[in-house]
């Protein structure tokens, strides 16, 4: 402890010029502290003595102090060769330690060299620091407690150069700091997005006034993952995404902004923004957009399943004016095939229904896309509706293409699939008849069958259960599985096509036997195909 005035150690100064760097004492007011001096507390005036002198201010903290702001100027004599062992300024807060402000006097690298009305030309090349202001952000948790700020101003440790400070304007604005200034505006926040997952937030900053030439090398927002920065440096703004996922049970997040400022791979202190407050409730889809599945159709033929067919319904609202297209990808397409094709497209809300979809294909992804949005959902297929309920989950996979080794004659290559009926109740036995023959076989498990034809195209197999009682379950159910395309030889096959649609063509009105429908296909991939 000290009383002020203590010559050379702790003044407080007027407004007026440094008699030897020339920058104004004071920023705010008229009145200024000035820690330590250009001239040594004892000994030979013109040498600094080892002084380390450290201003203490405690305080009440509030809402409208937790952003604690602290203005300063420095000049910090820099010695050739003396590697941390320069004049240093420290500036910390025992309720924001992350937040503490050390450099000597090689941080700024803006020296000079001064003349003294006593020392002369004495002084070693000296680094000055105009106006700068240090932020620090203290938690909401530390309200009505009392925090201590203490601020270090040294010489040099080997007792020949010096270095003070001017400190003045607790808890003013960040603007015009001589090294650069950054801020974001709570009122600009977007929080419209495709998911209702990010927000966008924009800001500007301010470059630093010093020597060098610097530019703004990055920007992070501490505590918390953003996307997308982008910085402007032709009109000195930046934005970046919030995404939804920074939230855990809070409502709202206090945040704020750090910049580093650097010129050639040298890097100024960082500024730190003000604080703003970002909310999960106020998160908003740019589009509405729903999905709904359908249930199984069975096409009036109820014992095969492999017509069983859905439609799925998309809503689409917010999209006036807007284009937006429909892709289907399958979960597991037949080999050498994409699985992926176009489905609708148009612009506009409306609520599409679309398919039908056979369920032996199995379930898909379905991928909307409006304007830079893309929206995508997972579709399980029903179960199928034909037949009894035993047999609803049947399950194909693994459909494999096997080469001719011998001759590569596509004509001769075969194919192979798995079948899995799962059931839990009655655990009997189930057989296969038709293009498959098998009995006594287990539900719940993979049973591989291979070696047909490519050539003979799509086979037809009977599923059958003597022990079920339920109707149509003991006198066989019916299901086709289709070749993949042959894999042998010089085949450049590029042919994919896609079930679009059923047509009934009804005949005689009284004779629901003649009844007869069109399948209507569309070939999305064609090339030559070589066999």
């Not at 908003?284 to 729903?290: A, C, G, P, Q």
């Not at 019916?478 to 042998?488: G, N, R, V």
Request: hydrophobic content about 35%.
């Amino acid at each position: 402890m000290t009383t002020i005035p203590s010559t050379r150690e702790f003044e407080i100064v007027t407004t007026g010029l440094d008699p030897l760097i020339g920058i104004q004492q004071v920023r705010f007011g008229n009145k200024a502290a000035r820690i330590n001096n250009r001239y040594a507390h004892v000994g030979n005036t013109c040498n600094g003595n080892y002084g380390v002198d450290r201003l203490v201010k405690t305080f009440k903290v509030t809402e409208a102090t937790r952003d604690l702001t602290v203005w300063y100027a420095v000049a910090l004599e820099n010695p050739n060769g003396h590697v941390n062992a320069q004049p240093f300024l420290n500036i910390s807060c025992d309720r924001d330690p992350i937040n503490e402000l050390c450099f000597d006097a090689s941080i700024i690298q803006c020296a000079n060299t001064y003349y003294d009305s006593i020392c002369g030309n004495s002084f070693d090349s000296i680094d000055v620091l105009n106006w700068a202001c240090h932020r620090f952000k203290i938690p909401e948790d530390f309200v009505d407690s009392l925090a201590t700020v203490e601020i270090t101003v040294a010489d040099c440790a080997a007792g020949a150069h010096f270095g003070y400070a001017y400190i003045d304007g607790f808890c003013e604005p960040c603007d015009s700091s001589s090294l650069g200034n950054i801020s974001i505006k709570e009122s600009t926040i977007d929080y419209v997005s495709c998911n209702a997952e990010t927000a966008r937030v924009c800001g500007e900053y301010i470059l630093p006034s010093i020597c060098q030439t610097n530019h703004p090398d990055s920007i992070k927002i501490p505590g918390y993952t953003i996307y997308n920065l982008e910085i402007d440096t032709a009109t000195r703004t930046f934005c970046f995404d919030f995404p939804i996922s920074n939230f855990g049970a809070e409502t709202c997040l206090e945040i704020y902004a750090e910049i580093y400022f650097g010129s050639t791979g040298f890097f100024l202190s960082p500024q730190l923004s003000n604080s703003i407050d970002i909310c999960k409730n106020l998160y908003e889809d740019l589009y509405d957009v729903n999905f709904v599945t359908g249930t199984c159709n069975d096409n009036n033929t109820d014992k095969l399943l492999s017509d069983d067919y859905y439609y799925v319904e998309v809503y689409i609202s917010g999209a006036i004016g807007t284009f937006w297209q429909v892709t289907r990808e399958l979960n597991h397409p037949y080999p050498n095939e994409s699985g992926s094709h176009t489905i609708a497209t148009g612009s506009g809300n409306t609520t599409l229904l679309l398919g039908p979809f056979l369920i032996q294909e199995g379930d898909w992804v379905i991928v909307l896309e409006i304007g830079n949005c893309k929206y995508t959902d997972y579709i399980e297929a029903p179960d199928y509706c034909s037949g009894c309920t035993e047999f609803n989950d049947l399950e194909i996979r693994n459909i494999q293409c096997h080469n001719t080794p011998s001759d590569y004659d596509p004509t001769n290559d075969t194919w192979s699939f798995e079948i899995n009926i799962p059931a839990f109740s009655p655990m009997s036995t189930y057989k296969l008849s038709g293009a498959v023959t098998s009995s006594s076989l287990n539900y719940n498990t993979w049973y591989s069958y291979s070696s047909f034809k490519i050539n003979d195209g799509c086979i037809l197999i009977t599923i059958e259960d003597s022990a079920l009682s339920e109707e149509n379950c003991s006198d066989g159910i019916k299901f086709s599985i289709c070749p993949p395309k042959p894999c042998s030889g010089n085949t450049f096959c590029d042919l994919e096509v896609f079930l679009e649609g059923f047509e009934c063509d009804e005949g005689d009105p009284q004779n629901p036997n003649d009844d007869v429908y069109y399948i209507n296909l569309i070939t999305i991939r064609v090339a030559i195909c070589a066999m």
